[in-house]
């Protein structure tokens, strides 16, 4: 039987459309966001949910990623099915079911803070300009840091340096995105922290020069004149 090619839906990242993002968030209408702050630049896809969070310019999270308490740094790559900071039960009760603590919907008193307050003081924190692969899990009170890549799968339990490349359950090194001399450079230049209009005119040397050369012409310039 021929083939036949079909052309079914519309894609609905905001990526696909020339003027798909601006300053404005993009949020897809089925996401839950609440209690979140969220930089100009940024979009979240289908089904995702977001909580108690920081989601910092740029970034942008793919469909049904799950996110509490955290800060997404600048410029992060959230894939599909991450889930960021999900919460542990109380294991030094008698019972770990939140009956004891969600009281109030079952119907056995106010609900109890202190497991909330307990949740919220491990606060993940995502670096600027990481890549957080398909399905990874980022466990509590975890930091990643800048330009880190986590394999897709990963399951992070401690945190992640700076440009390392993590996989696996538990996460380990792998190796390094990039040397130490240009993680120190990319680090002192902040490119994260440019103006869109200073990103745009860098274009070409994001293309042209990898992260070692890029590194090394930006922290030659004088800082006032690196950001144009
Ligand atoms: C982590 C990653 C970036 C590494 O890519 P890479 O530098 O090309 O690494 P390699 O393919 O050379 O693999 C290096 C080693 O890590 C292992 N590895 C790679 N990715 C892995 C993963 N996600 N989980 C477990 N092990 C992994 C490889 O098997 C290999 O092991 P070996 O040295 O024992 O043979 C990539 O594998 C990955 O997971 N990318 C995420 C893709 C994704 O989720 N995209 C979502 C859409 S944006």
Redesign the pocket.
């Known amino acids: 039987m021929a083939l036949v090619e079909i052309n079914q839906g519309e894609p609905e990242a905001p990526w696909y459309d020339a003027d798909g993002l601006s300053e404005t968030p993009v949020i897809h209408p089925s996401a839950t966001v609440l209690r979140t702050r969220v930089g100009p630049w940024t979009s979240i896809a289908r089904g995702c949910e977001i909580l108690d969070s920081d989601f910092l310019d740029f970034a942008y999270a ?1 469909p049904n990623v799950q996110i509490f308490n955290a800060e997404i740094g600048k410029f992060c ?1 959230i ?2 099915n991450v889930r960021i900071n999900r919460t542990n039960h109380p294991m030094w009760r008698a019972s770990l079911h939140h009956f004891t603590y969600r009281s109030r919907c079952h119907h056995m008193g106010e609900d109890d803070r202190e497991i909330f307050d307990w949740r919220m003081k491990s606060r993940v924190v995502i670096g600027p300009d990481a ?1 957080i ?2 399905g990874a899990i980022i466990m509590p009170g975890v930091h990643v840091g800048t330009g880190a ?1 986590i ?4 399951i992070v339990t401690k945190d992640v340096p700076n440009y390392a ?1 993590v ?2 359950a538990p996460a380990r090194v ?2 390094r995105r990039v040397d130490e001399v240009t993680e120190a450079a990319l680090l002192r230049i902040e490119w994260w922290d440019w103006s869109h209009a200073e990103l745009k005119e860098a274009m070409p040397d994001f293309r042209a020069l990898d992260a070692a050369a890029f590194a090394a012409k930006y922290d030659a310039l004088p800082s006032m004149i690196r950001a144009i």
């Open positions: 793919t790559n894939a599909t890549w692969g398909h890549v394999g897709s799968g990963a490349v996989v696996g792998i190796k």
